[in-house]
């Protein structure tokens, strides 16, 4: 089955400064890639996506880019901000008919120092 | 609009017992996933309900099971409980599973 890896588990940057977080997966035939935010005690919210016939997708500060040959996607938080502090997952999954699960990486707790 | 409501919010059970939880989806959605998020981790599938019936499963043991009803809400059953079921059980909607999952806030369960 699918398989998540992702890096680093844990990120602390300068506010103001740029965040990145890498992930691969296993299964080439996975073709939708998420990204959720969690806060402490919080449910996971999703912040951005893309699927994989677009190779690079941007929502004001945070975009997302996918390199299908080497099964890597990242998430690139510029101009970090204090509330920009929380746990992010990646996700892959693969939408068919027969159900779509998402697999998820281990998670990257970011911290922004003011 | 409300979003994806789950319940009880808490809840403390003895090893051996059964529980139930309880998912409401975000209106117009009708799929319903389960995913375990043990502490630290990240969310695990367990299974995905669409059209009242099981679409896919995780690796989960048959201790698990659920139900979706026409209404499209859904349940989560655990017999049999284990200490190491305790974690956080969130349930995510979508329209026809086409991605876009939203969450809910979850329901930690704790077994002592």
């Known amino acids: 089955g699918e398989n998540v890896e992702q890096h680093p588990s844990t990120l602390s940057v300068q506010e103001g400064d740029s965040a990145v977080i890498k992930c691969t997966y296993s299964?080439?035939?996975?073709?939708?890639f998420p990204w959720y935010k969690q806060e402490l005690g919080k449910r996971p919210q999703l912040i951005i996506d893309?699927?994989?016939?677009?190779g690079e997708k941007k929502d004001q500060r945070i975009a997302v880019t996918l390199n299908k040959t080497a099964k890597h996607f990242s998430l690139h938080i510029t101009e970090t901000q204090p509330e920009d502090s929380a746990v992010y997952f990646c996700a892959a999954s693969i939408s068919r008919a027969a159900g779509n699960k998402l697999t998820f990486g281990g998670g990257t707790r970011v911290l922004v120092k003011p | 609009d409300a979003g994806v409501t789950q319940s009880p919010t808490h809840l403390i059970k003895t090893r051996g017992q059964q529980v139930t939880l309880r998912c409401s989806p975000k209106s117009g959605h009708d799929t319903v996933s389960w995913y375990q998020q043990a502490l630290g981790q990240g969310p695990q599938f367990i299974f995905q309900?669409?059209?009242?019936?099981?679409?896919q499963r995780g690796n989960f043991p048959d201790r698990f099971s659920g139900h979706q009803f026409p209404n499209y809400s859904s349940e989560l059953n655990v017999n049999a409980l284990l200490l190491g079921d305790s974690a956080l059980y969130l349930c995510?909607?979508?329209?026809?599973?086409?991605?876009?999952?939203?969450f809910g806030s979850g329901t930690r369960l704790t077994v002592v």
């Open positions: 893309i699927r994989s016939n677009v």
């Open positions: 995510a909607s979508s329209f026809q599973g086409a991605g876009g999952y939203t």
């Open positions: 309900y669409y059209e009242e019936e099981e679409r």
């Open positions: 299964d080439s035939a996975s073709n939708y």
